[in-house]
């Protein structure tokens, strides 16, 4: 630890040359420099050889060495994620050339060393070996929307300088009224950052394509709205990003789906992939600094994993259909006062939606700030049919009418709700209803100080009472369950646990009040 370092604004970052035993690679860690609070780590990709030699920071990007397999990373320092691989691309060298044993980088241009990179092929004479080169690359170039009616994207006279942005450049949306722009063909830029105003990006039957997506206001609101009035089919349209950002003052819009993860398109089959539609983001969505996400449907999903964060206070994510791990594995982390809400009339929250391979987890994890970070939900099922998990922890709140751990045959849900001043309750209906174990096995743990206010059916349906099973815990001093009713074993199996000077308190206690049900505390 410490092999290198850099810094840049509110950003450190340290190199490690070996983690965990790791005699290869690495890691960089990232840090505030006010706080000092941990930002996170910088991972080794597979492939990697002595990554996190050489680091650099500037701007919300990460750059790190990895000179033993010579390449180099490019880091999204908001969500952690891969940006960019770099490789030598100069003639001259067929033996190791070490390139990113050193790095460098300010604002959106970059610098990698190649201490033994050779001046000529073959290296004739000691004269020409191991003399060294630097890789230089240049930021992208900026080119802003300046036709305040709106109109085509794809025409030079809406550009400044007459001139559409390319596949290397950066697309700036800052006027301050409202317009709408048109994909009238399919286009590609590095990014796209809405920097100010209401835009609306018109994508009935075109792709427009970047690697990161930035809708932030600069002292001024900025709002993006994708829409389309097709639905995918067979061909694919819409806004695809590989980073979105919804920062400051930004509010990012969708009338359609929201598909956060990589996936083949078209599908192959008549599957779920088909309702696919309007915005993609394939590696992660972060919603920060009170930054507004609000979409009708939204799939956190993806083969290597898909992530949603939701950080600081008044920072929202507003959903009316939300399925985590729908077809792999998916993700949600709320902080620092951040709101996850479900809103209007759909199916809700849904976790590990398709079957026993799916996973999706919901985070909900407080902090020392008044505010607490919460979750707000008509309906919510933790393990669909697949498996799911949500956590709430250290102050969370969740204001919650209805939900279902373990609702279908081979499901597998679990609810934690844990830390002093964590709390569960109410939204809108006069109670709160938890069912644990309804066709599927369901598991609730209550824990270290945390409170309870719902009625509980645990051990529902009936079908297999050896599967059909649902076990609530209640555990430690000051952990509270409060319940106009508590039923275990209503056809299933149900189990009340309490340990540690925990309390349950209950005006009605059932126990296998259900045809084949067991029910024991």
Not at 139 to 168: M, Y
Not at 358 to 383: F, H, K, Q
Not at 400 to 426: H, M, N, P, Q
């Amino acid at each position: 630890f410490g092999m290198s370092v850099d810094i840049a604004g509110d950003q450190v970052i340290v190199g490690s040359r070996r983690i965990e035993d790791d005699d290869l690679n690495g890691a960089g860690f990232l840090s505030d420099t006010d706080s000092g609070a941990s930002l996170g780590k910088l991972s080794a990709p597979s492939g990697a050889m002595f990554f996190g030699q050489s680091v650099g920071v500037s701007q919300g990007t990460g750059i790190i060495g990895a000179w033993g397999s010579e390449t180099a990373y490019l880091f999204d320092t908001a969500t952690l994620g891969l940006q960019h691989t770099l490789e030598a691309t100069a003639q001259g060298s067929d033996a190791p050339t070490e390139f990113g044993r050193s790095v460098a980088i300010s604002g959106p241009s970059y610098v990698v060393g190649s201490p033994n990179h050779d001046s000529e092929l073959g290296c004739p004479d000691n004269l020409r070996c191991n003399t060294g080169a630097a890789y230089f690359y240049f930021g992208a170039n900026e080119f802003r929307w300046i036709e305040p009616s709106g109109g085509e994207f794809s025409l030079d006279a809406n550009w400044e300088s007459d001139v559409v942005p390319g596949p290397t450049d950066l697309a700036v949306f800052d006027l301050s009224n409202s317009y709408t722009v048109e994909l009238t063909e399919n286009v590609q830029s590095a990014s796209m950052s809405v920097r100010a105003g209401d835009v609306s990006l018109q994508s009935d039957s075109f792709r427009y394509v970047v690697d990161r997506l930035d809708v932030e206001g600069n002292a001024v609101s900025a709002s993006l709205f994708v829409n389309s009035t097709n639905a995918v089919t067979m061909e694919e349209h819409g806004l695809l990003a590989s980073v979105i950002k919804i920062g400051k003052l930004g509010t990012l819009r969708n009338a359609g789906q929201l598909y956060v993860g990589d996936v083949d398109f078209p599908p192959s089959g008549s599957g779920s992939n088909q309702t696919l539609t309007d915005l993609q983001a394939t590696a992660a969505v972060k919603v920060v600094e009170g930054g507004v996400l609000r979409v009708s449907q939204a799939r956190i999903d993806g083969p290597s994993g898909a992530l949603v964060e939701v950080q600081g206070i008044d920072s929202t994510f507003a959903v009316e259909n939300l399925f985590v791990g729908g077809d792999a594995v998916g993700r949600i982390d709320v902080s620092e006062g951040g709101t996850l809400q479900g809103v209007g009339n759909g199916n809700g929250i849904l976790m590990g939606v398709v079957d026993s391979t799916t996973e999706g987890a919901v985070n909900i994890v407080g902090s020392a700030a008044e505010t607490p970070s919460r979750m707000i939900a008509s309906t919510l099922t933790v393990g669909k049919t697949g498996s799911g998990s949500l956590n709430l922890e250290n102050g969370a709140l969740a204001r919650v009418d209805t939900i279902i751990v373990g609702d279908e045959f081979g499901s597998v849900g679990r609810l934690r709700v844990a830390g002093d001043g964590t709390r569960w309750t109410k939204n809108a209906n006069p109670v709160s209803r938890i069912i644990v174990g309804s066709s599927g096995r369901g598991e609730m743990e209550i824990a270290d100080g945390a409170l309870v206010e719902a009625s509980l059916a645990i051990g529902v349906s009936g079908n297999d009472s050896s599967v059909d099973e649902g076990v609530v815990a209640v555990r430690g001093e000051g952990s509270r369950l409060v319940a106009p009713e508590i039923s275990a074993g209503l056809g299933g199996a149900g189990e009340l646990i309490l340990e540690g000077a925990a309390t349950a308190e209950s005006e009605i206690l059932k126990l296998g009040d259900g045809l084949g049900g067991t029910g024991v505390v």
